[in-house]
């Protein structure tokens, strides 16, 4: 079992910034990938950005090309998403996912809300 717990998110201007953190505990050493996914209320969850635990290059979706950064610390089994230029159509709930050989774990989720 791989236990997530996420934080970073709240309520923020347009133009502004956030970090999510996830971090991972209990048997980490079968991660394989992290990934950001999110869902805005009425739609389906959407990816956002994976890197692999080995590190490499990351992968994004093409709406936050430029603007949000996947990093993860190997030490700490921790995983961030740095997300710059914030805009309304960025509100949703952000879920991490570690993936597995086996199983995905995804965290609680954390509430991020753009204002204009």
């Known amino acids: 079992q791989v236990q997530l717990v996420e934080s970073g998110g709240g309520l923020v201007q347009a133009g502004g910034s956030l970090r999510l953190s996830c971090a991972a505990s209990?048997?980490?050493?079968?991660?394989?990938?992290m990934a950001w996914f999110r869902q805005a209320p009425g739609k389906e969850r959407e990816f956002v950005a994976s890197?692999?635990?080995?590190?490499?290059?990351?992968v994004y979706a093409d709406f936050v090309k430029d603007r949000f950064t996947i990093s993860r610390d190997y030490n700490n089994f921790t995983t961030f998403l740095q997300m710059n230029s914030l805009k309304a159509e960025d509100t949703a709930v952000y879920y991490c996912?570690?993936?597995?050989?086996?199983?995905?774990?995804w965290g609680q989720g954390t509430q991020v809300t753009v204002s204009t």
């Open positions: 996912k570690f993936i597995t050989p086996t199983t995905p774990y």
């Open positions: 209990g048997r980490t050493f079968v991660i394989r990938a």
């Open positions: 890197i692999a635990w080995t590190g490499g290059t990351p």
